[in-house]
């Protein structure tokens, strides 16, 4: 069964640090690996996605992500954060196949200015 | 227009009441997808569809339906409202692939 794991329910970050939000991830074969934001009364928003290729994947508004198999993680990160990024974050993977997205608990980024 | 329309944006109902929500898409797409949020759960699947003719039970079904009525249609169910069905209900869409999804704006049902 495919599951991830976002070991950290609330991150807060200075306005222009860098941030890091992490993922952990289980699937069995090739894992597709997705972030989605959400802000306040609004759905979930693409930022980015892994299939296959460059480890490091770039996605909206700045955000990157890198790939690590050995470590099955998939963290989201972004050089210089803005107060405009606060908000929750959720990290989704599915295996090859025709299975659904499993949705990580979420993950609330608070940047301060 | 949103790709992803959800009606009603909320929804206060009794217990015992039957209720329905609905999604439709202008995206195309074959899949769809019903989930509901809850504070500190994240995002649970509750029904899948990849077609007209295909529904899937997902992770948390118990308590609720749906109907596929038209690729662009899926609806949801709850034949007798409870209480810890009081969330945010999403629908979501996707293509076939590696593609990911869209969602709707969501509805936010309160079960009284």
């Known amino acids: 069964a495919q599951s991830v794991a976002q070991p950290e329910d609330q991150v807060n970050v200075a306005e222009g640090n860098p941030l890091t939000v992490k993922c952990t991830y289980s699937v069995s074969g090739n894992p597709y690996l997705f972030w989605y934001v959400q802000y306040p009364n609004r759905g979930l928003q693409f930022l980015l996605k892994?299939?296959?290729?460059?480890?490091l994947v770039k996605g909206s508004y700045g955000f990157e992500a890198e790939f690590n198999k050995s470590q099955t993680s998939f963290h989201l990160k972004k050089p210089s954060a803005l107060v405009s990024d606060s908000a929750l974050y959720f990290c989704?993977?599915?295996?090859?196949?025709?299975?659904?997205?499993?949705f990580g608990k979420g993950t609330r980024l608070s940047v301060i200015a | 227009d949103a790709d992803v329309t959800q009606t009603p944006r909320n929804r206060i109902t009794k217990t015992g009441k039957r209720i329905m929500l609905e999604c439709s898409q202008t995206?195309?797409?074959?899949?769809m997808y019903w989930y509901r949020q809850d504070p500190g759960l994240g995002l649970r699947l509750i029904y899948y569809s990849f077609d007209v003719k295909d529904i899937n039970k997902g992770e948390i079904s118990d308590g609720y339906s749906v109907s596929r009525q038209a690729q662009a249609k899926f609806s949801l169910s709850l034949e007798s409202a409870i209480p810890n069905q009081t969330a945010l209900y999403f629908c979501?869409?996707?293509?076939?692939?590696?593609?990911?999804?869209?969602f709707g704006s969501g509805t936010r049902l309160t079960v009284v």
């Open positions: 892994y299939i296959t290729g460059d480890n």
């Open positions: 995206k195309g797409h074959d899949r």
């Open positions: 989704a993977v599915r295996d090859a196949g025709n299975t659904p997205l499993v």
């Open positions: 979501a869409t996707s293509a076939t692939g590696a593609g990911g999804y869209t």
